[in-house]
């Protein structure tokens, strides 16, 4: 999916060079509208769920908030599927090579060691990409990541 999404973009701005400057010009402020008005929904919706998760928590805790008491703002978790991706495309022919000359060597696996691979954090997004780029059958362990070749 990011991968379309990325050769879209790229076709777009590809296709975005040929134009002439006043065409070039209306297409920008175009976008420009677009994307104000998707941030816009953007934030209408997400106030909308901040209101309902308000409204869920003062439900369940019999409290009101008072006028003077500002919501304080919780900072969603970290999503690393984006730093998996970038990690994965830079690295999938090496661990392809180290995976045939694995195999070749009659191993039964190949680890990735902890100081080859970013924030531990994003070792299960990792998994998942290595996993969408045929690299079946990893999981992650207290020193990096393990691809299992006998399965």
Request: net charge negative; glycine share 4%.
């Amino acid at each position: 999916m990011k991968k379309r999404i990325l050769a879209v973009i790229m076709a777009v701005c590809v296709s975005m060079t040929a134009l002439p400057a006043d065409v070039r010009a209306a297409e920008d402020g175009a976008v420009q509208t677009e994307s104000t008005q998707a941030m816009e929904t953007s934030s209408a919706e997400e106030a909308a769920v901040t209101e309902e998760a308000s409204e869920t928590e003062n439900d369940e805790t019999g409290t009101e908030e008072n006028e003077d008491d500002t919501p304080q703002k919780v900072d969603p978790p970290e999503n690393y599927e984006y730093l998996a991706f970038e990690w994965v495309d830079a690295h999938v022919m090496e661990l392809n090579e180290r995976c045939n000359e694995s195999i070749a060597q009659g191993l039964s696996m190949l680890e990735i060691t902890a100081a080859e691979l970013p924030a531990r954090e994003s070792w299960p997004d990792i998994c998942r990409e290595l996993e969408r780029n045929g690299m079946e059958n990893c999981c992650c362990t207290d020193t990096g990541i393990t691809i299992d070749f006998t399965q």
